[in-house]
């Protein structure tokens, strides 16, 4: 206690143990301090001084007090550990010394060691107080336990202590193995007796680990004939392997091993094929399935191989369900049928041979007809098309016959191209009536493909025509005879016969029409009205029927006659040529339509060659037109007198003059 007219709170004391700092701490309120420190190996037993010293502060001065300390040795314990260990090999014996106030290890303590009384040495004890020793047991030592005896004789800091523990001597084994054999996946037993060396007897209860291969098979234990029997599930590999079999020995007994030999025998296979249908073109899975006979498990990773008809067609191997599917693509060649498809396993180590067979049924194949749409005229040669194609991938198919039918009746049949293209030329009459007409193909099926049809139109054009009416020239109060041409407006134009032209005149229909002849032409007699003094229009119409379209024309119905009058207008030479420009009147009461003028000459001495010039038409009046002749043939001298002869011809009739000309 630190006091001065009562305790000193907080004040550091020093303790020291025979002068030496052990330990130090602070003063509480009463001025009491208390202490503890651990006395170390190396403080030697007897009397001790401890002394308490605070060194004051800047109020108050140092003070210090010492007591007297009694140090006693320490008192241990040992614990011996039992062990076990084989005759005639190294063992070891073990013990732990302890102190008995905190059974902590003490270390670096001299243990010594007896066995059955025989002193076999010593061991310092390491840091957490065990002391071991390793030590070879005698050739003949008997198995058994052996008691082992450990002492510590004490020193300076800690009391003695001794203890006793169990060495057991284990008794040696052997171990036979039983050769064994069997197909792949079936469960065969593995066999192995444990024995005591010494007598023979059996070791009952201890687990024997097998192996087979170098691989885990798995262990068993023992039975009272010291037999452990291991059912193992045979596994595919190489025919012979190592079969081991060892007990790794206990407290008891001491292990062993032994090798023997694991025989692979081929188990016998089943193989089964499955039937199934496709088509020509389809893809056939053929099935095949791989089983063990024993058991029906099927077998993994095998090669089977498959035929059709004889023919191999492809190798597959079986997945882990014993199954081998082959996608097989049909050829279009093979026809509908049933044929057999045969799949083999050659065998290997493991497994027999086997071999299955099956069918592959193929039902024809579908096919679709398309007809193309036609059209056409009567009388022409029309190209009639269908397409044959197969149904799963739209390809044509080639060397097949499609028969057409047109309006319910056969018209022929084609055979179908690379493309499947069947293509007939067909000729329509040449009455038949303008519409729309059903055309039908068909194809009967074959080998390979079902039947098919298809349908589509043929549409039978109008015939285009077209309606000529000529203008006419006609005086009052007389009769006119009206015509039309109605013919065909391609090729060669060539006139429709039979078919009824109606006329009019002026808007005004002169009545039932009349019926066209073989060329095409139709006439009427018209009476001209004797008070009509101006052109008509003339109307004709066809209003066409089943096979020819309907058409109409026009023409100009004209009221009197043409007169024509001709002069000279010039006379000139031009190399060589006399050229007359003649100017053409029409005093008349009608144009002169579709003129042409000639020029001759009236010489006795020569004829020359009228070349012919198109006016075209020229109407009434006073003017007239002016037409360019030119005088090529022989050409007497200037000044020779001569007449020419000029003709006018038009669509109603022709006017002549001769003119007195001088040459030039």
């Given amino acids: 206690m630190l006091r001065c007219e009562g305790g000193l709170y907080q004040r550091l004391i020093n303790f020291l143990l025979n002068g030496t700092k052990v330990a130090e701490a602070r003063t509480d309120g009463q001025g ?30 140092p003070c210090s007090d010492a007591k007297p300390m009694t140090i006693v040795s320490a008192p241990t314990d040992l614990v011996v550990g039992d062990t076990f260990g084989d005759a005639g090999a190294m063992g070891v014996v073990m013990a732990r010394l302890r102190r008995t106030t905190d059974y902590e290890g003490v270390s670096g303590r001299r243990v010594d060691f007896r066995i059955d009384g025989t002193s076999v040495g010593h061991a310092s004890t390491d840091a957490r107080g065990w002391a071991s020793l390793e030590v070879s047991l005698p050739e003949g030592m008997a198995p058994g336990s052996h008691p082992v005896a450990a002492s510590f004789g004490g020193d300076v800091s800690y009391g003695g202590s001794s203890a006793t523990g169990t060495l057991t001597v284990r008794q040696a084994t052997v171990l036979a193995v039983e050769d064994s054999a069997g197909p792949p996946e079936t469960a065969v037993p593995l066999r192995a007796q444990v024995q005591r060396q010494s007598d023979g007897t059996p070791v009952e209860g201890v687990s024997v680990v097998f192996e087979v291969g170098g691989t885990y098979a798995g262990s068993a ?38 090798e023997g030999t694991f025989t692979l025998v081929a188990g016998d296979t089943t193989l089964s094929v499955a039937d199934i ?30 035929t059709l008809e004889g023919t191999g067609i492809g190798s597959v191997t079986t997945d882990d369900e014993g199954t081998a599917v082959h996608d097989y693509s049909v050829p279009w060649t093979m026809t509908a049928g049933t044929y057999t498809v045969v799949a083999q396993f050659s065998g290997d180590a493991g497994y027999n041979p086997s071999s299955g067979s099956g069918t592959l049924t193929l039902a024809h194949a579908g096919c679709v007809l398309t007809v193309t749409d036609a059209d056409g005229l009567p009388g022409d040669l029309v190209s009639l098309e269908a397409v044959l194609a197969r149904s799963t991938d739209a390809v044509g198919i080639a060397g097949r016959s499609v028969a057409f039918v047109l309006d319910g009746s056969p018209i022929g049949a084609a055979e179908t191209g690379s493309a499947g293209i069947a293509s007939l030329a067909h000729r329509l009459p040449s009455d038949m009536a303008a519409g729309t007409y059903a055309l039908e193909a068909t194809f009967a099926g074959d080998e390979t493909f079902l039947p098919s049809a298809g349908s589509g139109r043929l549409t039978v054009l109008p015939v285009s025509t077209e309606l000529l009416v000529n203008d006419v020239f006609a005086e009052p109060g007389t009769s006119a005879n009206l015509t039309a041409c109605l013919r065909q407006t391609a090729g060669s134009k060539p006139g ?11 808007g005004t229909s002169l009545g039932p029409g009349s019926l066209t002849n073989s060329n095409g032409m139709s006439y009427m007699a018209y009476a001209v009205p004797s008070d009509l003094s101006s052109s008509q229009t003339i109307s004709a119409s066809f209003s066409g029927d089943a096979t020819y379209a309907a058409s109409s024309g026009s023409g100009t119905l004209y009221v009197g006659r043409p007169n024509l009058r001709m002069s000279l207008v010039s006379l000139t030479r031009q190399s060589g040529q006399v050229i007359a420009m003649i100017n053409i009147r029409n005093t008349g009461t009608a144009p002169a339509r ?29 003017d007239g037109v002016n037409v360019q002749l030119v005088w090529n043939g022989t050409v007497g001298a200037p000044g020779v007198a001569t007449l020419l002869r000029v003709t006018a011809v038009h669509a109603t009739g022709s006017a002549s003059s001769s003119l007195r000309v001088t040459l030039p």
């Fill in 221 to 258: 234990a023992t039975g009272a004939d010291g037999i452990a029997v291991l059912s193992w599930a045979v596994t595919d590999g190489p025919v012979t392997r190592t079969l081991a079999a060892a007990f790794d020995g206990n407290s008891t007994y001491q292990g062993s091993s032994a």
């Fill in 594 to 622: 579709a003129c042409r003028v000639t020029l001759a000459t009236l010489r006795s001495a020569a004829t020359v060659t009228p070349l012919p010039v198109t006016v075209g038409d020229i109407p009434q009046g006073p």
């Fill in 32 to 61: 009491v301090v208390r202490a503890s420190f651990h006395l170390g190996d190396s403080v030697a037993p007897g009397q001790a001084t401890v002394t308490a010293q605070y060194n004051g502060d800047d109020v108050r001065g």
């Fill in 277 to 306: 249908a496709s088509t020509p073109g389809g893809t056939a899975a053929l099935r095949a399935h791989l089983s063990r006979t024993h058991d029906g498990g099927g077998v993994a990773g095998k090669s089977v191989t498959f």
């Fill in 496 to 506: 429709i016969a039979g078919k009824t032209v109606e006329f009019a005149v002026a």
